[in-house]
Nanobody, 114 residues
Framework: QVQLVESGGGLVQAGTSLTLSCAASGIAFSRNAMAWYRQVPGKQREWVAVLSSGGGTTYADSVKDRFAISGDNDKNILYLQIRNVKPEDTGVYYC????????WGQGTQVTVSS
């Protein structure tokens, strides 16, 4: 059974940096792509970054210059580093396996103040 627990969000000031974490169980990063998603009120959840099982990364155009996705295969923890946070980064961030999705976790709220 896949279980995903996101953490690291909070209220942050624009221009600072933030690192989100996703502790995963029941799925092996070494054999599955993992992704971060963001949802804002009134909009569908959208992917922002993908980490392939081979270590390759893909980013949504809106975040590719400031977001960095990485993973620790031994600890099964997925990270999302956000540099120079902007108000438009505000939302609830989730992780999941895009090609083998499990139940969604509770997400971690990021609120950016300008």
């Amino acid at each position: 059974q896949v279980q995903l627990v996101e953490s690291g969000g909070g209220l942050v000031q624009a221009g600072t940096s933030l690192t989100l974490s996703c502790a995963a169980s029941g799925i092996a990063f070494s054999r599955n792509a993992m992704a971060w998603y963001r949802q804002v009120p009134g909009k569908q959840r959208e992917w922002v970054a993908v980490l392939s099982s081979g270590g390759g990364t893909t980013y949504a155009d809106s975040v590719k210059d400031r977001f960095a996705i990485s993973g620790d295969n031994d600890k099964n923890i997925l990270y999302l580093q956000i540099r120079n946070v902007k108000p438009e980064d505000t939302g609830v961030y989730y992780c999941n396996a895009p090609y083998r999705p499990g139940p969604w976790g509770q997400g971690t709220q990021v609120t950016v103040s300008s």
